[in-house]
Each structure stands twice: as C-alpha cells, then as structure tokens.
C-alpha cells in the first residue's frame, strides 16, 4: 500500500528518500535562513494523519512543533514538497505551533521561525510521510446480533505486534442487500476503540448491515481493513415463564412475533407474546407428560416446526449463531435446561427463524430466553 501525492512520484523515489533519512525525523534544513536573524529554528517538529477510510489517502496532515520563546517572534512558515527531487516550496504561515494542511499530504515538511521584521531562521528537521510505519490490519472480525444493536469483535494482532505505535481502531458500516449477498458501497464511520471489540447501538431489527475495522497508528496511519462482515440484529428477551397447558391453559402458548399490522418490523406488543394454548398463530405450547413429569415443547402452528441447535448445551442465547436451513420437524421437544431450539415458521411462502433457550424448569412451567429474526429468509440468529 502506498500513499498517494499532490504530484506524481515513483516507488523508486520514495524509497530513495527513505533510505536517505533513515526513517527519523531530524534533519535540518539550513535554508532559507535570513543573514542576521536571531531567531532559533523550531524545534521537535512531528505530525499525525487524519484517516479518511481510504488507506492511501488521508484527508490531511496536522504538523506540531515546540514554541520558540521570543519576543520578536512574529510567525512560523511551513515548507513542503511532494517528492524527493522537487525544492521545497512555501505551503503556509501561521502564528500558532500547529499547521493543519488538507487533503493527502506531500512528502516532507519543515517549519521556520519568522521574526517581526520578515527575517527567517533555518529550518526545523524535517518529518517525512513513511508508509512503512502503517499498522497490521486485523485479520479477523465476526458478531454477535443483540436487539437493536450488534457487538463486533476483531482479531487485536495490530497493537499485539506494534503496542507503542498503536492508537485505536476505527469501525466502519454500510447497508447490505441479502438477496444478492453484497455490502453497499457507500461507508460511513460508526466510531473508534482502543479495545478490539466495539457495540452498534441503536439500530433497527431486521436491516442487515456490513461492518469493518481499520488499525490507526500514532502517526494517523490507517491500515487496510479487516474482511468485510455482516450482521442482523434481532429482538430477544431473558427469562420468559410458559406454563404447562395441563397447569395454567392461559399462559402456556407461545408466539415469537405476531405482525398484527403487517408491516415487516417487529412493533411493541407484538413481540414475544405469552398466550393461551388455543390462541390461533402461537408458535408453540408447553404440555407436561402425566407419565414422568417431563416438559415438552409442543409446536402449534402448522407452518411451525423445530429442531435441537445442537446435541449438547449451549453456554447463551447468543451463542446460538446461525439458524439452519433444513433438518426442521413438526415434532414435541422435550424441554432441557441448558438447550436451544431453533424453530422454523413458514407461513404465506415466507420463512422467518427463531431460537429458544431454556434457562430454567420444573414439573410445571418452562423459563426461557428468546430471540426472533424478523427479516424474511435471513438466518442471522445470533452472529453469521
């Protein structure tokens, strides 16, 4: 990855003026030092770039440097030149010890001190644009979905391999379009973390979006971004009672989500509705075996059906990642502490999932968490 000029310059060039400054930052320019100034040149001159998401291009550069204490100190010109046979040419003055200079940044700068009479010092060491100090991207990112928000998490390999030089991450999202499974192309910066994980707040159910994340050094330098991910959040719920249908009929069925008002988007009262085991469209009910007290998750709806996530327990809600796509059946399952389901509705050809894990029974209720995807088709449950 290179950075790109105001001016054409080739990798031969740039390399040779790495090699000639070594990669510091403290040669001095002897011009144009005006005869008879006694203003000293301007000392620990350093800068940062502004990332713009576009790795080879920063939208600028913010040049700082030490005050020179004077009381003839009138201002501070700053010198630049896009490569490294071009002269330096003047790119700006200013009073104050910081110069801000937009859009990408030229190859090398310096600054002079100017007295009140128009004399000039000699220049300060000059800083050069050193692509080679760009950090590691991350290599990995992946999700989990919550209700109306996502939380990402990406591999921390930048500042695990550059600690000193690392300043935080930038997190990155556009829309997405699950019907043909690509990200938007227009990007917009959701924020930025010291810490390798980062919380999208505040979103609506059911839109899928893609997410990256790009490692920021000290400097500015933005690295390349980390693969591109995609995530839908959906509603959920904690600890939610089912009675047994043979206990308390009124509150022993079950409906994820009821669009009562055909909308697409999951609306308060629609969500999670406890009902009773002859309410038309619940999902399921509970029924309690007269033969050995055991609890079963009974599907109801005829476009309803289930199946185990996985054989074993599973630690959360969230770790129930992706629904599957087939495997499902109109069949009771009996209800374990620890265990998710995973349901299947299909109703007017379109199929929405939902998972279930039970957190807690007894001979006659089931407590559960929840969550539904309101997108049609998408199998986002948790993270994809």
């Given at each position: 990855m290179r950075f790109a000029s105001r001016s054409a310059v080739s990798a031969a060039l740039v390399s040779a003026v790495l090699l000639a400054v070594g990669c510091q930052t403290t040669n001095t320019i002897t011009s144009p030092g005006s005869p008879g100034t006694t203003l000293s040149p301007p000392a620990s001159l350093s800068y940062e770039?502004?990332?713009?998401?576009?790795?080879?291009?920063?939208q600028g550069i913010l040049l700082s440097w030490s005050d020179v204490v004077s009381t003839s100190l009138g201002s501070y010109r700053v010198y630049s030149r896009?490569?490294?046979?071009?002269?330096?040419?003047?790119?700006?003055?200013?009073?104050?010890?910081?110069?801000?200079?937009?859009?990408?940044?030229?190859?090398?700068?310096?600054?002079?001190?100017?007295?009140?009479?128009?004399?000039?010092?000699?220049?300060?060491?000059?800083?050069?644009?050193?692509?080679?100090?760009v950090l590691q991207a991350p290599t990995t990112i992946s999700s989990i979905a919550l209700d109306s928000a996502i939380h990402l998490d990406w591999s921390d390999n930048a500042f695990l391999t550059a600690p000193t030089r690392f300043k935080w991450y930038r997190v990155y999202s556009t829309g997405y379009t699950f019907a043909t499974n690509t990200c938007d192309?227009?990007?917009?910066?959701?924020?930025?973390?010291?810490?390798?994980?980062?919380?999208?707040?505040?979103?609506?159910?059911?839109?899928?979006?893609?997410?990256?994340?790009?490692?920021?050094?000290?400097?500015?330098y933005e690295s390349m971004w980390s693969p591109l991910w995609q995530d839908t959040p959906r509603p959920d719920a904690r600890n939610v009672l089912v009675w047994a249908a043979q206990v308390t009929p009124a509150s022993s069925g079950f409906r994820f989500w009821n669009d009562a008002n055909a909308n697409g988007y999951p609306d308060a009262g629609e969500l999670g509705l406890v009902q009773a085991n002859t309410t038309a469209g619940i999902d399921f009910r509970v029924d309690v075996r007269a033969s050995d007290s055991t609890l079963w998750i009974v599907p109801v709806f005829a476009g309803d059906s289930l199946q185990l996530y996985q054989n074993t327990p599973v630690?959360?809600?969230?770790?129930?990642?992706?629904?599957?796509?087939s495997g499902y059946l109109p069949d009771s399952l009996q209800a374990q502490v620890g265990f998710g389901y995973v349901f299947s509705r299909r109703q007017g050809g379109v199929v929405t999932y939902s998972a279930l894990r039970v957190t807690a029974l007894s001979h006659q209720y089931v407590i559960f968490d929840w969550s539904v995807q309101s997108a049609p088709g998408n199998t986002d449950l948790s993270a994809p």
């Open positions: 770039l502004d990332p713009s998401g576009t790795p080879a291009s920063p896009a490569n490294a046979t071009s002269a330096f040419g003047l790119r700006g003055e200013t009073t104050s010890n910081t110069f801000h200079d937009n859009g990408v940044p030229d190859l090398q700068y310096y600054v002079t001190s100017r007295d009140v009479n128009g004399a000039e010092s000699n220049g300060s060491n000059t800083v050069t644009v050193d692509e080679r100090l192309t227009t990007w917009s910066l959701e924020g930025t973390t010291v810490a390798h994980e980062f919380l999208v707040a505040q979103i609506p159910n059911g839109v899928a979006r893609c997410y990256a994340s790009s490692a920021i050094s000290v400097e500015g630690a959360d809600l969230t770790s129930m990642h992706t629904a599957p796509t």
